[in-house]
Nanobody, 124 residues
Framework: QVQLAESGGGSVQAGGSLRLSCRAS????????MAWFRQAPGKEREGVAT????????YYADSVKGRFTISQDNAKNIVYLQMNSLKPEDTAMYYC?????????????????WGQGTQVTVSL
């Protein structure tokens, strides 16, 4: 099975930056999409960004457009989430996910494999 492991979370002040990494292992035979989701305390999990494994086309939630960038290194099976201009409302547990088949979107039910998450905390 595919295993996903996130890293790079931490605590930063508003306006700061963090770069999250998601390393895939096991059977990783060309996923259709890789994505990042997040869940803050008391809130539902929401999609943040997704990227097509082939071609690299990306889509973002409106709340992070212009601030976050998803990218990938297919040779190393790593997906990144560069987060700039962080805001307190970005505080959440961030999860990496992979999807096989279909189109890339930000609906969590559509994703087949998930990492265990990495915490991001943004203070004022």
């Amino acid at each position: 099975q595919v295993q996903l492991a996130e890293s790079g979370g931490g605590s930063v002040q508003a306006g700061g930056s963090l770069r999250l990494s998601c390393r895939a292992s096991g059977y990783t035979g060309s996923s259709t999409c890789m994505a990042w989701f997040r869940q803050a305390p008391g809130k539902e999990r929401e999609g943040v960004a997704t990227i097509y494994a082939s071609g690299g086309r990306t889509y973002y939630a409106d709340s992070v457009k212009g601030r976050f960038t998803i990218s990938q290194d297919n040779a190393k099976n790593i997906v990144y989430l560069q987060m700039n201009s962080l805001k307190p409302e970005d505080t959440a547990m961030y999860y990496c996910a992979a999807k096989y088949g279909g189109v890339c979107d930000l609906r969590q039910i559509q994703y087949d494999f998930w990492g265990q998450g990495t915490q991001v905390t943004v203070s004022l």
